[in-house]
């Protein structure tokens, strides 16, 4: 299935974020979510779930993790690589949202991994940036592909709060459903990012001698519930 390159840049902050929409059409997508449901084998634990293709993703480095063998492609999964590279993602994540689910602002590893690509299945759910308190939500619709390069992909967080409503423009509350997102990761050549950002870059990080602590994403998760908490009361 021969891939259309009609991305294009959303005239939006961030700058950087470049989108398709209908990457596959509505037959194809239930197809997908089909195998979704039935045929593969998810970790038993409430909330956000996850399965690895090509290298798996380490969620305490934010790397790959060296000691996991090479998955190869699944069938179902070779039609769905962006064919504008030049080369396929050296590490997929399928990850699965059931209602209410989220996961916690963050900017990926800027040293392991260039730029990224997200494919969304299933039900719509918003996205907020951030960037100090610029805060810009970005409405995630089915069988839309999104990619992230530059400023929204460097400089910003990308997150989806956990809750099980999403307040619309017109302040109307659309529930949320069984979502599933497919995530394209390439490792960055060399391992250095050259941005600078020593907020957000473990590459300038350890440059100038200020590493910060990696924490977990639940320990991300908990913070991100403590601070809407707050901000609610």
Sequence with gaps: MEKR?????????????YWEDDFVDAEHE????????????????????????GYTFDYKTFGIDPEIPYKEFPDWLQPLIPTTEVRPPDQVCLQFYPPGAGIPPHVDAHGPYDQLYALSLGAPAIMQFRRGDVRIDVDLT????????????????HGIKKRKNDTMVDGTLRPRDHRWSIT????????????GNVEHCDTA???????KEKRSVMELAAKTSADDASQSN
């Design 5 to 17: 390159r009609e991305f294009k840049e959303l005239p939006i902050q961030p700058r950087g974020i």
């Design 142 to 157: 089915p069988r839309s592909m999104m990619q992230m390069t530059g400023d929204s992909r460097l400089h910003w967080t």
């Design 30 to 53: 239930q197809r997908l979510i089909s195998i979704f449901r039935d045929e593969l084998k998810w970790p038993d634990r409430p909330g956000r779930t996850s399965l690895h293709y």
């Design 184 to 195: 394209y990761r390439w490792l960055r050549d060399g391992g250095e990012c050259e941005c």
């Design 205 to 211: 990080q350890r440059r100038r001698g200020v590493e």
